[in-house]
Nanobody
Framework: QVRLVESGGGLVQPGGSLRLSCAAS????????MAWYRQAPGKQRELASS???????NYADPVKGRFTISRDNTRSTVYLQMDSLKPEDTAVYYC????????????WGQGTQVTVSS
């Protein structure tokens, strides 16, 4: 079992920055992808960014050039640096860990609220 705990959300003005963290603990599969998803009110959950344990990254078009994902494998932690934030970035941000092996393990965090407003 894997536990994911997110932190770093909050209220920020448009144009500001926040850094989210997601710490994983438990029986973490060695080959995995960690990702940040977000869900705005009344909308479906969508992928913001992902990163493999090897460091390969992927970004959704709305966040390209503004968000940066990174991870510290020694701490089993993934980060999302969010810059130039816009009101449309307001959402609950969820951390996800998926194994990249035959087990197809899939874990989610509880989410952290990000609100971009003046």
């Amino acid at each position: 079992q894997v536990r994911l705990v997110e932190s770093g959300g909050g209220l920020v003005q448009p144009g500001g920055s926040l850094r989210l963290s997601c710490a994983a603990s438990g029986s973490i599969p060695s080959r995995n992808t960690m990702a940040w998803y977000r869900q705005a009110p009344g909308k479906q959950r969508e992928l913001a960014s992902s990163i493999t344990n090897g460091g390969d990254t992927n970004y959704a078009d709305p966040v390209k050039g503004r968000f940066t994902i990174s991870r510290d494998n020694t701490r089993s932690t993934v980060y999302l640096q969010m810059d130039s934030l816009k009101p449309e970035d307001t959402a609950v941000y969820y951390c996800r860990l998926q194994s990249r092996d035959w087990r197809r393990l899939d874990y989610w965090g509880q989410g952290t609220q990000v609100t971009v407003s003046s």
